[in-house]
Every structure is written in structure tokens, then in C-alpha cells.
């Protein structure tokens, strides 16, 4: 490896850990805080039971379309939105992005590849991180604002929803069950990828 080749792969690295950390220190490592519908312990809440009668009435979710409306934390200054689908299977892909187009901050699992993809507000370009650093730094650092939004679709349901979010008091507007393409879970066609190469 020359030199140049070296300095782009520790550079490309850097950028996945700092951008990771920046936004996961940002909304408490993706930890929610009272009322977000998810416990914090890696399972999503509620039991859907009706108190009145017994019955279940938790939705079966296989993918969901939520829009944080108000939330202004890390890099999502104008909002954020959340997409996964193929959630009733063990691993499954999602993908989470800034709601205002301009900032362009976007971050994606892709569960078959097992790999995270990043790009940055003002760059054209992706970081791809795979294995250790992208199940570390990559998925488990960003997967909690995917899992708050499962919660608070299987205990509130499709629609608009007062929560929170750690200090964070936002709008949660659900969609349940919506087609998401393989396109949204991967950089978009002919976009320039790099992988970065630890020393």
C-alpha cells in the first residue's frame, strides 16, 4: 500500500468513527429516555395486550417509515427518518437520514452485506465499513433510534405521536408496513464507495 492509498483508508476510517460518535453522543448513544416506547434493553416494549379484555392487539410489524418531526440533535438539525424493513426476521436492514434533503446525512445497515454505509453533509462520496468496525462503531451505535421507532409503532401505532427521545420532546409520525426497495439500502447506483482499510 503506498502512501496516499494509506492516508485515504485512515482518513476514510476516521470519518465512520468520528461521525458515528459525534451524532451517538449526541442522542445518548441511541438510548431513548421515558415515554419513547422502548426500555432500552434491546427489545421492543409493550405486549399489546388490552387491559380491558386480554387480547392482543400489538400490530405485527414487518417494516416501518417514521419521520422524527422536531427532532434537533447531532447532525439532524432539521428532523430525521427512519426506515427498516424485513424487522420480523433476527437481523434486518435500515437506514436513517437526515428529513431535510440538504443536510444529507445518511447512515444505512445493510443486513445481507453486513455492512454500514455513511455520507456527510457536502460530500458526493460513501464510506463503507464491513465486519467488526461496522457491528461495533456502525450499527449498535446507530441502531437505537431504529428501535425507538419500532417501539412506538407497536405501542401507539400508525399516525402522529407526542414523544420523547432522552430531553428531546419531538412528533413521531408512523407509517406501518410500507414497501421499501433494496435501492434504499444501499448508496445510490455509480456513487463512489470506499472502504476503509484499518493499520
Known amino acids: 500500500m503506498n502512501l496516499d492509498t494509506k492516508r485515504t483508508s485512515l482518513v476514510a476510517a476516521f470519518l ?14 441511541g438510548v431513548p429516555g421515558e415515554d ?11 405486549n399489546g395486550e388490552d387491559p380491558g379484555n386480554g387480547e392482543d392487539i400489538t400490530p405485527e410489524i414487518s417494516s416501518i417509515d417514521a419521520e422524527w418531526i422536531g427532532y434537533e ?6 428532523g430525521a427518518r427512519v426506515r427498516a424493513r424485513n424487522m420480523d426476521t433476527e437481523d434486518y436492514d435500515w437506514r ?13 445497515w445493510n443486513s445481507d452485506e453486513n455492512a454500514v454505509y ?13 465486519g467488526t468496525l461496522a457491528e461495533q462503531f456502525g450499527k449498535e451505535a446507530w441502531k437505537g433510534m431504529v428501535t425507538a421507532s419500532e417501539g412506538w ?14 430531553e428531546e420532546s419531538l412528533e413521531i409520525e408512523v407509517e406501518l408496513n410500507p414497501s421499501l426497495g433494496d435501492d434504499l ?4 447506483e455509480g456513487a463512489d ?7
Open 16 to 29: 465512520v468513527v468520528f461521525a458515528v460518535a459525534a451524532v451517538a453522543g449526541c442522542t445518548g448513544n
Open 153 to 166: 409503532a407497536k405501542n401507539f401505532g400508525e399516525g402522529r405521536h407526542d414523544v420523547h427521545h432522552g
Open 118 to 130: 455513511i455520507t456527510q453533509p457536502g460530500e458526493e462520496d460513501w464510506t463503507m465499513a464491513t
Open 193 to 199: 464507495v470506499e472502504e476503509p482499510v484499518m493499520p
Open 36 to 46: 419513547t416506547g422502548d426500555p432500552g434493553n434491546g427489545e421492543a416494549p409493550g
Open 73 to 78: 440533535e447531532g447532525e439532524f438539525e432539521g
Open 185 to 188: 439500502f444501499v448508496p445510490p
Open 96 to 108: 436513517v437520514e437526515s428529513a431535510d434533503p440538504d443536510e444529507h446525512h445518511i447512515v444505512i
